[in-house]
């Protein structure tokens, strides 16, 4: 008899059923037999998925032995098992890894957005990404969780590149979009159907609703949510594993002051604890308050990269600000001193290179009367807009700007 060739279970099973085509009830043994190497097939696949993670013995608990809730849209948050990723870590040392871009280049046809731009950020720091409109800034973080490819270069978290990540929300947790959630999903299900993909248990989902001020509107679809709470769920979506690194793409869009305030702690907390916080924004005012360091791009290339005093420090001046009925006879005193004068509205100097005691008395000798002689620190936004004056994509009027604003110092 000839030796039988090495074969899958599927064939064997369909060359087994084609013999018994030729006795009785030959198709429902058939279909008997491929009904059981599905099944088993897919049991063997579950068991090796799971061999890596531990598995609750216990149902799910809901508060008051009720049975679990359904969601709106017809999603069941509830599972036969929950899969439970172990102890809870503690909130005051969840380390993460430093994010690492080395030479990232990407190109959209002719369009450069991303130019060969090198840049570490570091764990138990805020760090802010900073950059003019078309900087390139939502490009890089596309690239650094994998969206995009780089033509070139790469980018790495804790030393691995995201697609290696075995279960990446409990590694990285990132809100890039907003309003990319599904608009007849409540915010309940949204949440769980990213947690199941990622064997984080159901009580996780409870627990960042609260965090993030949702748990009253759990149950509502998100397509009747504002920009504002949209904001939140997707906060809430990146905490959801529990991650050491974390990504916040304009988090304050769409949220009120106290929001704001909320997110400012809340970033800050999360640095505290030992984790590496990137977030990008256009409110020069709020990173001020919130960062430890900044990443500056523009047109795609590094600007800058240091602490935010550092920053400020080696691009924008402190000045005085001086106002008099006499502007006209103090700028040319001033001048004549050495000083470099510029329009601060229509009653005011910002004067540079000169201390306001010495102001003072170049007003005084002659005989010009001062309603203001007021130091000024250099702000954040000024060493911006100072750094990045020559990286701009798409410019405004200046002149108006100036005038209604003050000096772009």
Not at 224 to 234: D, E
Not at 240 to 267: A, M, Q, Y
Not at 372 to 379: D, T
Request: glycine share 10%.
């Amino acid at each position: 008899m000839r030796a039988l060739e090495p074969r899958g279970p599927l064939v064997l099973a369909l060359g087994h059923g084609a013999h018994l085509l030729r006795g009785h009830h030959a198709a429902r043994i058939i279909l008997l037999v491929l009904v059981v190497v599905v099944v088993a097939t897919l049991l063997v696949r579950r068991a090796r998925h799971r061999s890596h993670v531990e598995v609750s013995t216990t149902p799910p608990i809901v508060a008051g032995g009720a049975p679990p809730p359904v969601a709106a849209d017809g999603l069941d948050p509830a599972s036969p098992t929950s899969i439970d990723p172990g102890p809870p870590r503690s909130r005051s040392s969840r380390h993460g890894g430093a994010i690492v871009a080395r030479g990232l280049t990407k190109r959209y046809g002719e369009k450069l957005a991303v130019d060969d731009l090198s840049f570490e950020v570091q764990p138990g720091l805020v760090t802010g990404f900073l950059g003019p409109n078309g900087a390139g800034k939502s490009t890089t973080m596309r690239l650094i969780m994998g969206l995009d490819a780089p033509d070139q270069g790469s980018v790495t978290i804790g030393g691995r590149r995201y697609h290696d990540l075995g279960l990446p929300l409990r590694e990285v947790g990132a809100l890039l979009e907003a309003r990319s959630i599904h608009p007849g999903r409540s915010a309940y299900a949204h949440l769980w159907m990213l947690a199941r993909s990622n064997d984080i248990p159901r009580r996780r989902v409870d627990e960042v609703l609260e965090i993030v001020g949702l748990s009253a509107v759990a149950r509502q679809r998100a397509g009747g949510f504002s920009l504002g709470m949209n904001q939140r769920l997707g906060i809430a979506g990146a905490l959801l594993g529990d991650p050491g690194v974390l990504l916040f793409d304009e988090p304050v869009n769409g949220l009120d002051t106290d929001g704001i305030r909320w997110i400012r702690s809340l970033l800050r907390q999360l640095a505290a604890e030992g984790r590496t916080v990137f977030v990008s924004s256009h409110l020069m005012s709020e990173m001020a308050m919130t960062a430890d360091r900044v990443v500056v791009i523009g047109k795609g290339r590094l600007i800058a990269e240091a602490s935010v005093a550092e920053f400020t420090a080696r691009n924008a001046r402190s000045f005085v600000r001086v106002r008099s009925p006499q502007l006209d006879v103090l700028r040319a005193a001033l001048e004549a001193a050495g000083a470099s004068v510029a329009s601060d509205g229509d009653d005011a100097l910002a004067v540079r290179e000169l201390r306001a005691e010495q102001i003072g008395e170049i007003a005084w000798r002659h005989s010009v009367l001062l309603h203001e002689l007021a130091p000024r620190s250099a702000s954040l936004e000024d060493a911006f807009v100072e750094s990045t004056e020559g990286d701009l994509e798409y410019r405004g009027d200046r002149a108006l700007a100036t005038t209604e604003e003050g000096p772009a110092r």
